[in-house]
T-cell receptor, first 115, second 111 residues
Framework: DTEVTQTPKHLVMGMTNKKSLKCEQH?????MYWYKQKAKKPPELMFVYSYEKLSINESVPSRFSPECPNSSLLNLHLHALQPEDSALYLC??????????????FGPGTRLLVL | LAKTTQPISMDSYEGQEVNITCSHN???????ITWYQQFPSQGPRFIIQGYKTKVTNEVASLFIPADRKSSTLSLPRVSLSDTAVYYCLVAGGTSYGKLTFGQGTILTVHP
């Protein structure tokens, strides 16, 4: 199983809502990532978890709150988002966060629209 | 992390070979070159990775000259389904899994 799943596929939320994005992998990977991708732009790294601990936060605003409940799951909690946060949110995983030579496996993403 | 430069877009026709070149002048000794493919509204997908000379797998070849300041992704006999964005990334042992995507090359394959 080389699949990373993400739910929901689409999400529309108001600026006062609280929602969560979910990501799951069963490849035994110990590193998981959140990326944000705006239209016609490359993915941008947001967070990296390694062995269920947050190891990289790319200066992401606190209205995005990641959580890694166990080695297979990764959540991204959203609160008080702005319209400019509308984007495709991608989850990825790799064996372990030792180097950039590891293959990262990406999910299909959650398309988020903030009204 | 080494910066990469690729053509913004390329056009090709079905059955042709496509070569996409990536420039990475400040590549470090322990950096590898990796290419990802992304279809609209999907996550990127690993295509191929190499350190030097030539690497080939079932979908592509990667050519890296001796100075490693550039690399070329070669897609043999493309089809319409190869229409996608192709990203060249350079990362290595000190990047701790941190991938930096460049702007990518939009490849459009025409019938």
């Amino acid at each position: 199983d080389t699949e990373v799943t993400q739910t929901p596929k689409h999400l529309v939320m108001g600026m006062t809502n609280k929602k969560s994005l979910k990501c799951e992998q069963h490849m035994g990977h110990r590193a998981m990532y959140w990326y944000k991708q705006k239209a016609k732009k490359p993915p941008e790294l947001m967070f990296v978890y390694s062995y269920e601990k947050l190891s990289i936060n790319e200066s992401v605003p606190s209205r995005f709150s990641p959580e890694c409940p166990n080695s297979s799951l990764l959540n991204l909690h959203l609160h008080a988002l702005q319209p400019e946060d509308s984007a495709l949110y991608l989850c990825a995983s790799s064996q372990q966060r030792t180097s950039g030579v590891e293959t990262q496996y990406f999910g299909p993403g959650t398309r988020l629209l903030v009204l | 992390l080494a910066k990469t430069t690729q053509p913004i877009s390329m056009d090709s026709y079905e059955g042709q070979e496509v070569n996409i070149t990536c420039s990475h002048n400040n590549i470090a000794t322990n950096d590898y070159i990796t290419w990802y493919q992304q279809f609209p509204s999907q996550g990127p997908r690993f295509i191929i990775q190499g350190y030097k000379t030539k690497v080939t797998n079932e979908v592509a070849s990667l050519f890296i000259p001796a100075d490693r300041k550039s690399s070329t992704l070669s897609l043999p006999r493309v089809s319409l389904s190869d229409t996608a964005v192709y990203y060249c990334l350079v990362a290595g042992g000190t990047s701790y899994g941190k991938l930096t995507f460049g702007q990518g090359t939009i490849l459009t394959v025409h019938p």
